[in-house]
């Protein structure tokens, strides 16, 4: 069997493949400690599940329309006016299975060949990984530590040309835990603007600031018609497994993303999304509660790498993710995290998992309990002192 030629372009979420190997571990009797993994330890509030048996109770089990059940789009075009402060139309949401989708439908539909697309390395992979296979122009912003893991506005400037198709943003970022000051983003906007580019901004870390406050770009003038947000449910409220994510479209847009939907997955499970009403009216504690729990042990991991030999780590602002500096330590990223997992189990992932510019760094998900935090710690310290 031959596979099509594009497919050697589509890359991987390493996580996934790291989770896999640890897995595989623990099957055999070895002790692991997962910080690979990109999703709360929390379980889906009990009221969210509740409102999902109603539904299929009620007999939301059936097809919906491609873009999304109209009235799930009205709650979400609330929540998002609310969030951004200007108005958003339903007639603008498109529901998805997950927020990756709001990725992939937005690449393909508008990447061809040779078209640039400026992504932050380090960055999501599956960014990257669309853009090559779309047979688009994957044009790395470099994410520097010494820029608090945020991109210098000159090095954006000169990026950006004739050819920039399509700018990606992740403001709170993963990896790196960065978030992109409200005067960057006016900065990046206007570059934007004398640009033919459009904007996918990832905001689906939205609710995990531990200062400050949520800024978008698309609240900047002249950027909503020109700006495509992400967002879904998975993070804010431990909904990873119910595949539930959205992306808010300028209007010309909403119409050949839903074409997509309906020759792909038809739609967004029906029950799921009615789930969502009640996550957003629903009581707000579980986020809460999370924020102030993930806050607690940021400090926990950032003050424990800290203390290990050959590693540095800045405080992240954002989502639950840290990416120490492990340059001092003599290791590659690859040979790090391939050690701590094998003979010391610590699950946690190369920062080249992230791109050319993770070299010199880890990612570690402090999704995980105190206790664990600080178990991995110990073995890292094992490991390095």
Same mark, same amino acid.
């Given at each position: 069997?031959?596979?099509?030629?594009?497919?050697?372009?589509?890359?991987?979420?390493? =996580?996934?493949?790291?989770?896999?190997?640890?897995?595989?571990? !623990?099957?055999?009797?070895?002790?692991?400690?997962?910080?690979?993994?990109?999703?709360?330890?929390?379980?889906?509030?009990?009221?969210?599940?509740?409102? =999902?048996?109603? =539904?299929?109770?009620?007999?939301?089990?059936?097809?919906?329309?491609?873009?999304?059940?109209?009235? *799930?789009?009205?709650?979400?075009?609330?929540?998002?006016?609310? &969030?951004?402060?200007?108005?958003?139309?339903?007639?603008?949401? *498109?529901? &998805?299975?997950? =927020?990756?989708?709001?990725?992939?439908?937005?690449?393909?539909?508008?990447?061809?060949?040779?078209?640039?697309?400026?992504?932050?390395?380090?960055?999501?992979?599956?960014? !990257?990984?669309?853009?090559?296979?779309?047979?688009?122009?994957?044009?790395?912003?470099?994410?520097? !530590?010494?820029?608090?893991?945020? +991109?210098?506005?000159?090095?954006?400037?000169?990026?950006?040309?004739?050819?920039?198709?399509?700018?990606?943003?992740?403001?709170?970022?993963?990896?790196?835990?960065? *978030?992109?000051?409200?005067?960057?983003?006016?900065?990046?906007?206007?570059?934007?603007?004398?640009?033919? +580019?459009?904007?996918? /901004?990832?905001?689906?870390?939205?609710?995990?600031?531990?200062?400050?406050?949520?800024?978008?770009?698309?609240?900047?003038?002249?950027?909503? !018609?020109?700006?495509?947000?992400?967002?879904?449910?998975?993070?804010?409220?431990?909904?990873?497994?119910?595949?539930?994510?959205?992306?808010?479209?300028?209007?010309?847009?909403?119409?050949?993303?839903?074409?997509?939907? /309906?020759?792909?997955?038809?739609? &967004?499970?029906?029950?799921?999304?009615?789930?969502?009403?009640?996550?957003?009216?629903?009581?707000?504690?579980?986020?809460?509660?999370?924020?102030?729990?993930?806050?607690?042990?940021?400090?926990?991991?950032?003050?424990?790498?800290?203390?290990?030999?050959?590693?540095?780590?800045?405080?992240?602002?954002?989502?639950?993710?840290?990416?120490?500096?492990?340059?001092? &330590?003599?290791?590659?990223?690859?040979?790090?995290?391939?050690?701590?997992?094998?003979?010391?189990?610590?699950?946690?992932?190369?920062?080249?998992?992230?791109?050319?510019?993770?070299?010199?760094?880890?990612?570690?998900?402090?999704?995980?309990?105190?206790?664990?935090?600080?178990?991995?710690?110990?073995?890292?310290?094992?490991?390095?002192?």
């Amino acid at each position: 069997m031959k596979l099509a030629a594009r497919m050697k372009n589509l890359g991987t979420e390493t =996580a996934f493949e790291t989770l896999a190997k640890a897995k595989a571990l !623990e099957a055999k009797g070895k002790d692991i400690v997962h910080l690979e993994i990109g999703e709360p330890d929390f379980e889906t509030p009990e009221n969210i599940i509740n409102a =999902a048996k109603l =539904a299929l109770d009620q007999g939301y089990t059936h097809y919906g329309p491609s873009p999304g059940l109209p009235h *799930v789009r009205s709650k979400i075009a609330e929540h998002q006016s609310d &969030t951004h402060g200007f108005d958003v139309s339903p007639d603008h949401v *498109v529901i &998805t299975p997950g =927020a990756k989708p709001i990725m992939y439908f937005s690449i393909m539909a508008l990447i061809e060949d040779g078209d640039e697309v400026i992504y932050p390395n380090p960055g999501f992979p599956i960014y !990257e990984s669309m853009i090559n296979f779309m047979g688009g122009k994957a044009v790395p912003l470099h994410l520097r !530590e010494e820029n608090n893991f945020n +991109a210098d506005i000159e090095d954006f400037k000169n990026l950006v040309n004739e050819n920039t198709k399509m700018v990606i943003l992740n403001s709170p970022n993963n990896p790196c835990g960065s *978030v992109i000051p409200k005067e960057e983003l006016g900065e990046i906007s206007e570059i934007i603007k004398n640009s033919n +580019a459009i904007v996918l /901004t990832d905001e689906v870390y939205k609710n995990f600031y531990f200062e400050g406050q949520h800024n978008s770009i698309s609240e900047f003038e002249g950027m909503r !018609e020109r700006t495509i947000i992400l967002d879904g449910f998975s993070k804010s409220f431990a909904m990873t497994g119910w595949r539930l994510g959205y992306g808010i479209f300028p209007e010309k847009l909403v119409e050949p993303i839903s074409r997509l939907i /309906t020759n792909s997955v038809s739609c &967004t499970s029906s029950f799921s999304q009615v789930a969502a009403i009640e996550a957003i009216d629903g009581p707000q504690d579980s986020i809460l509660n999370m924020v102030a729990e993930f806050k607690a042990r940021r400090e926990i991991i950032v003050e424990g790498l800290n203390s290990i030999n050959g590693i540095s780590c800045r405080t992240p602002k954002g989502a639950f993710y840290t990416f120490p500096n492990i340059k001092e &330590t003599g290791y590659s990223s690859r040979e790090i995290s391939d050690k701590l997992l094998y003979d010391y189990g610590v699950a946690l992932l190369s920062g080249t998992a992230f791109g050319k510019f993770g070299e010199g760094y880890l990612r570690l998900s402090f999704a995980n309990s105190r206790e664990n935090l600080n178990e991995a710690v110990k073995r890292m310290k094992s490991f390095l002192n």
